[in-house]
């Protein structure tokens, strides 16, 4: 069940991610949902941690280091975005980390539910 959340947050998030980096208008209201889905990528990512950590011990821990460097990264997009100093350097990074962090979100998981 913490597996479809995750999931589903993960897809809803790249949406509002992206919004929140890209729109200058009503760009606060997507920032504010991104955030609230980092809480709820906490909690979900902690349940399916310590369900998961016997299978890949390093690579878990590497997600969940990786994933809090992100949100901080995230964090840093946001407040060049607010400050009109955002560049495309800056959001070509954020993206880049974001399909890392999926891909190695999906290694850890170890392909389900797809596979």
Known sequence: ????????????FIFTFIMGLTRRKNAFIY??????FYLIFLITGGFLFFKAFH???ML???KAI??????VAAEYGFAKNNSNK????????LMLMLILL????????GG???I
Do not use: E
């Not at 069940?1 to 809803?12: D, E, G, R, S, Y």
């Not at 920032?31 to 609230?36: A, C, D, F, N």
């Not at 955002?86 to 990074?93: G, P, Q, T």
């Open 86 to 93: 955002m560049n495309k350097h800056i959001l070509w990074i």
């Open 55 to 57: 299978r890949a011990p």
């Open 60 to 62: 878990l821990s590497f």
């Open 66 to 71: 990786f994933a809090l460097i992100f949100i």
């Open 1 to 12: 069940m913490f597996l479809w959340i995750h999931l589903l947050i993960a897809i809803l």
């Open 31 to 36: 920032q504010m949902i991104s955030r609230t």
């Open 112 to 114: 389900r539910p797809f």
């Open 102 to 109: 999926i891909i190695v979100g999906f290694l850890a998981a």
